[in-house]
């Protein structure tokens, strides 16, 4: 009676868990994690961003030097600057200023609106070009994204066999610095010595770390690229285009990180095993010298190579308005920043960033897409982000039309605070604003069918399991009843009865 007591113990104990096990499963399966809008936006880069500069304070101290600058946030639209919008909303050619408006040595050119993606200036954009070292844009998220500020980095031989004329930190082999000392020696100085030993440390070489560059390229919709070093030192090979080069660069600028250091004038880098204190100061002509800058000039990059002439990046911001600028071949550093200088002002002159009222955009209820068979649901949604339309001369923001789009790839439930969608402001039918929309509670599905037929099989399994161990445990007691009756009753069971008798 005793072993039948303890097999049915034994079983109903395995029966709890296993009703548990589905139960969790169930749970898990029914209600996906949900992160909130607020992790997405803190959590773009596995980097700490928790801490920005102040260009109105001057500096402040990292562990591994002082900042001078390095604040892109001017604090009208920081949420929607932190985001990819769920819409590709490019409308080239609908308010496309014509560029013989407008004289420019580069031979190409472009500029799109940072917020909607849109294009608003076109010169030759999808033209082959050698990028040079305005590479190091690429190099520098790719980095940021698959390391931390505080890695260790070994400096190779390899990363200081450099040509005489190459820019650099003066690097040793053997040096040890950090993640961020490189960063700022990369895209402040163009240093490749420093772009060589972030590839080798992050990609294990400069052509594995290449393969990422493609890869994130790619990603970004970049369609005329391809690289094969960090640095952008001339081959064949390595070319992009206007366009591309700009898609790049309004992802970099929505990082915290890559802005914080790409919009510093200067860096004092703490002294490293092999080198003393350095003094990094920014090379975009336009950030550091005076003759050249216009206010709301925040960052960028230059690149120069005999094979490219020279080319610049600028990243622009100011009265809400977002842009970022491209200028390809020209013949000299004063031409690019001239180039830019006019193209934003014509910009200036010819759109207005205008903040829309949150009031006249009603999201109280979007229909959103599912990935399920359910196909669609209705959601409470709450703006997230200010929205700024970029509207062009003659018109104002009462010719505006609101849409909502949907975000792809929703689950059945959603949570509080999930981003949904995007809510766009539309002129003639082109996007010319947007801002981000996410749930203003949870909704959706609890149990669907798919759910259900998840969770029944991994039970139909735990019986079977169940069921398999029940059986292997009843073999082996068979046996030992089987050895105690061929032995005469020497278990242990038949001693204690044999004891009572006496």
């Not at 960090?230 to 591309?244: E, F, I, M, V």
């Not at 898609?247 to 914080?260: A, Q």
Request: proline residues 1%; positive net charge.
């Amino acid at each position: 009676m005793n072993l039948l007591h303890k097999k049915r113990g034994n079983l109903s104990t395995l029966i709890i868990a296993a009703a548990l096990t589905a139960a969790l499963f169930f749970v898990n399966a029914a209600v996906p994690f949900s992160v909130s809008a607020a992790d997405k936006v803190d959590n773009i880069s596995k980097l700490d961003q928790s801490y920005t500069g102040s260009v109105v304070d001057g500096k402040y101290t990292t562990r591994w030097g002082k900042v001078f600058g390095g604040n892109f946030d001017n604090g009208k639209n920081p949420s929607a600057a932190l985001y990819q919008n769920t819409e590709a909303a490019e409308t080239a050619g609908k308010y496309l200023i014509d560029s013989s408006t407008v004289k420019l040595n580069s031979k190409s050119a472009i500029v799109i609106d940072a917020n909607t993606g849109n294009i608003l200036f076109n010169k030759n954009m999808n033209k082959k070009i050698y990028p040079a070292s305005c590479t190091k844009v690429l190099t520098a998220i790719v980095a940021i994204e698959n390391s931390n500020l505080d890695d260790t980095l070994t400096v190779s031989q390899h990363a200081t066999d450099l040509a005489y004329n190459s820019s650099h930190i003066a690097l040793q082999p053997g040096e040890k610095l950090s993640m961020e000392q490189a960063l700022y020696g990369l895209l402040m100085c163009s240093a490749n010595d420093c772009a060589i030993t972030i590839a080798e440390n992050v990609g294990g070489s400069t052509e594995k770390f290449a393969d990422m560059m493609n890869k994130k390229a790619k990603e970004l919709g970049c369609t005329d690229s391809h690289f094969v070093n960090p640095n952008g030192l001339y081959n064949k090979n390595h070319y992009t285009t206007a366009h591309d080069l700009a898609v790049i660069m309004n992802y970099c600028v929505k990082n915290k990180i890559f802005e914080r250091i790409d919009t510093s004038w200067r860096y004092k880098m703490n002294k490293t095993n092999k080198s003393k204190k350095r003094d990094l100061w920014n090379g975009h002509y336009m950030i550091v010298h005076k003759y050249y800058y216009l206010y709301g000039i925040v960052g960028g990059k230059n690149g120069y190579i005999d094979e490219s002439r020279f080319n610049l990046i600028t990243h622009y911001q100011k009265d809400g308005q977002d842009l970022i600028i491209v200028d390809a071949r020209t013949d000299s550093a004063g031409e690019y920043c001239r180039d830019t200088q006019k193209l934003i002002k014509l910009i200036r002159s010819s759109y207005s960033a205008v903040k829309i009222d949150s009031s006249k955009i009603d999201v109280s209820n979007v229909t959103v897409k599912n990935s399920n068979k359910h196909g669609s649901m209705h959601v409470k949604g709450k703006l997230s982000s200010v929205m700024y339309a970029e509207i062009p001369a003659g018109y104002s923001a009462g010719d505006l039309k609101y849409d909502f789009v949907s975000a792809t790839g929703l689950k059945d439930h959603i949570g509080k605070g999930e981003v949904i969608g995007t809510e766009t402001a539309k002129l003639n039918g082109a996007v010319v604003g947007t801002a981000v929309v996410t749930a203003a509670e949870s909704a959706g599905y609890l149990f669907t069918v798919g759910h259900i037929v998840g969770v029944l099989g991994a039970a139909a399994l735990i019986i079977i399991v169940l069921f398999a161990v029940l059986a292997v445990r009843t073999r082996r007691a068979r046996k030992r009843r089987s050895r105690a009756r061929v032995t005469g009753g020497s278990s242990r069971m038949e001693r204690r009865r044999q004891r009572r008798r006496f």
